[in-house]
């Protein structure tokens, strides 16, 4: 798996089509959970947000949504030899809304995970990529 990551609007979709064979790309921005499918799997982190706005809106329910980091280990044989494209957002003010602080924190965890499990992870910044794994 390759895992490519980097601030909002820094060109990662395209940093990805351009240096690895993707044909097909799921788009979870919206929310969506990942279709693996796909060739890529873009904007994890608008699904990752989904489950932390979900699980922070569902406080005292036995059936609280998933761990995005725990969803993604029970699938983990579907996107093994998948290009996972994710944005870091560790970086700059931290939220004052608690499921924003949430979902950075659920976001900060699965990008840790997915970053030990990958054969290879870039850092894209201003278009332009680095491998640091």
């Given amino acids: 798996m390759i895992l490519i990551f980097g601030g909002a609007y820094q060109g990662k979709l395209d940093y990805a089509k351009k240096n690895f064979e993707i044909e097909t790309v799921c788009d979870c921005s919206d929310g969506a959970a990942p279709d693996f499918t796909a060739d890529?799997?873009?904007g994890i982190d608008g699904f990752v947000k989904r489950c932390a706005c979900n699980r922070a809106s569902s406080t005292g329910s036995d059936q609280l949504p998933?761990?995005?980091?725990?969803?993604?280990?029970e699938?983990?044989?579907a996107?093994?030899?998948?290009?996972l494209i994710m944005t870091d957002v560790s970086q700059g003010i931290v939220p004052m809304e608690p499921e924003l602080r949430a979902f950075r924190e659920m976001n900060g965890r699965l990008m840790l995970q997915l970053a030990a499990e990958a054969d290879e992870v870039?850092?894209?910044?201003?278009?332009?990529g680095k491998r640091v794994k």
């Fill in 79 to 83: 996107w093994r030899d998948k290009i």
């Fill in 122 to 128: 870039h850092r894209v910044f201003c278009g332009m």
């Fill in 75 to 77: 699938r983990r044989e």
């Fill in 40 to 42: 890529a799997i873009y």
């Fill in 66 to 73: 998933p761990e995005a980091a725990d969803w993604f280990d």
